[in-house]
T-cell receptor, first 114, second 111 residues
Framework: AQSVTQLDSQVPVFEEAPVELRCNYS??????LFWYVQYPNQGLQLLLK??????LVKGINGFEAEFNKSQTSFHLRKPSVHISDTAEYFC????????????FGSGTRLQVQP | DTGVSQNPRHKITKRGQNVTFRCDPI?????LYWYRQTLGQGPEFLTY????????KSRLLSDRFSAERPKGSFSTLEIQRTEQGDSAMYLC?????????FGPGTRLTVL
């Protein structure tokens, strides 16, 4: 079984400031890692994913994340946020084999202030 | 639009009524997933289909819930004798590889 912990339920930040959203996971098997964004009353949109290879992955909208196997972390970063980045962000893992259902964290609300 | 679609987008029902939701996945995707998301939480896995076969059901899926995917195309999720605790967003996702593509969800409110 897997579990995902998002350490911050809310992150307020000013526009154009950098931001980091933290994610730690636990799993007894190999996993893929994902970050999804959810805007109000909408489904989830994939920001980026780590499958293998380089531990720094770049995604859409200027986001990037770094996989750290020893710390079992997959933190999401953006060097300069915009008002439009205000949304809920979910970290998720799935098994490499088998059903590949996603196990999500509880989410981090990013609130970008002018 | 070739994304995942879900209908209806919103459903308000009275306790004890039956409801059915539909999900139309991306056409070439053989895997289909249902998740439930309650307020302030991440989505939780409910069930999974590979083509028309339902391969796994979560313990969250009580006997009042049933899902089908006839002919490996669209899927339906039915909840019988709804309870107030069933109020949630029901999300459908489809996949052909490592990435899951999500629909907009059906928000269920049980009065």
């Amino acid at each position: 079984a897997q579990s995902v912990t998002q350490l911050d339920s809310q992150v307020p930040v000013f526009e154009e400031a950098p931001v980091e959203l933290r994610c730690n996971y636990s799993s007894s098997v190999s996993v893929y890692l994902f970050w999804y964004v959810q805007y109000p009353n909408q489904g989830l949109q994939l920001l980026l994913k780590y499958l293998s290879g380089s531990t720094l992955v770049k995604g859409i909208n200027g986001f990037e994340a770094e996989f750290n196997k020893s710390q079992t972390s997959f933190h999401l970063r953006k060097p300069s946020v915009h008002i439009s980045d205000t949304a809920e962000y979910f970290c998720a893992v799935s098994e490499v084999t088998g059903r590949r259902a996603l196990t999500f964290g509880s989410g981090t609300r990013l609130q970008v202030q002018p | 639009d070739t994304g995942v679609s879900q209908n209806p987008r919103h459903k308000i029902t009275k306790r004890g009524q039956n409801v059915t939701f539909r999900c139309d996945p991306i056409s070439e995707h053989n895997r289909l997933y249902w998740y439930r998301q309650t307020l302030g939480q991440g989505p939780e896995f409910l069930t999974y289909f590979q083509n028309e076969a339902q391969l796994e059901k979560s313990r969250l899926l009580s006997d009042r819930f049933s899902a089908e995917r006839p002919k490996g195309s669209f899927s339906t999720l039915e909840i019988q004798r709804t309870e107030q605790g069933d109020s949630a967003m029901y999300l459908c996702a489809s996949s052909q590889g490592t990435e899951q593509f999500f629909g907009p969800g059906t928000r269920l409110t049980v009065l």
